[in-house]
């Protein structure tokens, strides 16, 4: 029977999908799961503990022989189905997405739209995965080259994008033979659930996608159980730095593959000969985008003096349009931060700032609207010293600065420890081409502030992370070389 849609979130707790840990949890337990903009609770989710992630290890590992050794083209049928799934509960997905999270409905359907585009992508991929024939050194010989998946994959994704993050990770996973373990955010576990659910009827067996689900004070006993076990061949992690290099200080005693999506500080560098009115729409669009809380919102904006004023004035107005709100609410604009702790430390870095000089143009404070909202802010006069230029931000707080000298901006932009994306916006061929290549991250947008898609290699460089997630390059992060020598002498 095809997955049903929820009509009305408040039927949740009821609802009774089918168990995505197999075998059955040994835990009792279970943790609430609440509405950002509401503080109500929409459901409960189980609290696994260590041994209940070592039987989802055990499980995957043991479905793994099967599920590798089914051609590509019965796996690609899969996640065709598994897409088409998707598709048919895109609505659903999106105002589940909504519920727990908080992002505007209107976003969660683009999310929903972004999630599915890499299950139909490694779908086609899956055919794709071939090797090589190399000529040997010595006559009679032949060098091949093979590729082979690389065992269980534990995926452990965030609540800001707690669709998209699952997909962009499994599907290249199943794809090429790998069964995964699933630890999806505690703050958006039933998107994960849900998906899960869709992935098995569309026949993905369930040991071969399992799923463990934990509260905060249970993350740091389940996180350690999936970066040591030694079934577990590869970590995909998406979060924050701090954690990232705790999983792969954890991951090193049993040498596993790792690919690292992790916190960024991306500068977006406003030249003198930019289209201003394209600028301010782009710097909105990847600022204010789920409240900021993306890894690559616009951190910190360099606008060049002799556009400083206009581009200032026009991102105010831009931003004072913007309606604050409940996510489910089709007109809302920006929706809560993920928690009452994200409320504060966003202020706090406003605050620091406020304190050594900054000036608030628009919002600067907590909303007024009951949640964990908080007010679409523009702050001019920042500088190097303040904490919301070293830190990121992950709210809603747009921090404008001054240049005159290209060389000094690069310099700027660059004097920070992440490197996932930057931004530019410039009509200057040449400048455009060397910028590109000065800036000091793994992603670059060029007039434009959205550049996620499907068919890109996703990742950064220095403490941003490593490997890369989407386009064809994404499944190699799946896959071992193997070499072997054939011998006809």
Known sequence: MEFRAIRAMSTLRAVKLSSTLNPAPTSSRTFDVRNPATGAVIGQMTNHSVADVQQVIKAADAGWMEWRQRSAKDRAAVLRKWAALISSNSEYLAQLISSEGGKPVREARGEMTYANSFVSY???????????????????????????????????????????MITRKVAPALAVGCPVVIKPASETPFTAQALVELAVQAGVPRDVIGMVTCDEDNVANVGKELATNELVRKISFTGSTAVGKHLMALASGTVKRMSMELGGNAPFIVFDDANISKAVAGAVASKFRN???TCVCVNRIFVHDKVFDEFTEKLKVAVSKLKVGEGLDETTDQGPLISAESVQRVHS???????RGAKVLIGGKPHSLKGFFYEPTVLTGITPDMKIEQEEIFGPIACVSRFSDDREVIKRANATKAGLIGYFFSQNLSRAWRVAEELECGMVGVNSGLVSSEVAPFGGVKESGVGREGSRYGVNEYLNLKYVLMDFN
């Not at 090797?131 to 091949?144: E, F, H, K, V």
């Not at 870095?349 to 304190?355: E, G, I, K, Q, R």
Request: aromatic share 6%; hydrophobic share 45%.
């Open 122 to 164: 490694f779908a086609e991929e899956a055919i794709r995965v071939d090797g090589d024939i190399i000529p040997a050194n010595t006559s009679g010989q032949r060098i091949l080259v093979l590729k082979q998946p690389v065992g269980v994959s534990a995926c452990i994704t965030p609540w800001n994008f707690p669709a998209a």
């Open 291 to 293: 409240s900021g809380q």
């Open 349 to 355: 870095l406003v605050s620091d700032a406020t304190s």
